[in-house]
């Protein structure tokens, strides 16, 4: 089983980029996915969940409004729409799996796919 997140790069401030997890050797159907990020320095950040259906997402206050997550369950990929991006995203961005919100939400999910770097400019 292998998440495997990419769409990284550098951008400007004020910029989009939108990452994509595709997972391989697992159906994300019944899945709970969601992002963390972790910063130079800093310890490993919740970014946003979305359920299985893709019904219900939630976000970490410092990224609503500007980021959207979504999910392709015919095509096993969630995606990370990221807008007016800032400075403070800075990041390696890690995707993740679980059966249950609550266990991605205290980064205890099953399944972390390594990392993708963003990187913004000011």
């Known amino acids: 089983v292998q998440l495997q997140a990419f769409g990284g790069g550098l951008v400007q401030a004020g910029g989009s980029l939108r990452l994509s997890c595709a997972a391989s050797g697992l159906t994300l159907n019944g899945y709970v996915m969601g992002w963390f990020r972790q910063a130079p320095g800093r310890e490993r950040e919740f970014v946003a969940t979305?359920?299985?259906?893709?019904?219900?997402?939630r976000y970490v206050d410092s990224v609503k409004g500007r980021f959207t997550l979504s999910r392709d369950n015919a095509k096993d990929t969630v995606y990370l729409q990221m807008n007016s991006l800032k400075p403070e995203d800075t990041a390696v961005y890690y995707c993740?799996?679980?059966?249950?919100?609550?266990?991605?939400?205290?980064?205890?999910?099953?399944?972390w796919g390594k990392g993708t770097l963003v990187t913004v400019s000011s």
């Open positions: 979305i359920s299985w259906s893709g019904a219900t997402t």
């Open positions: 993740t799996a679980d059966r249950l919100a609550s266990r991605i939400s205290s980064a205890q999910a099953e399944y």
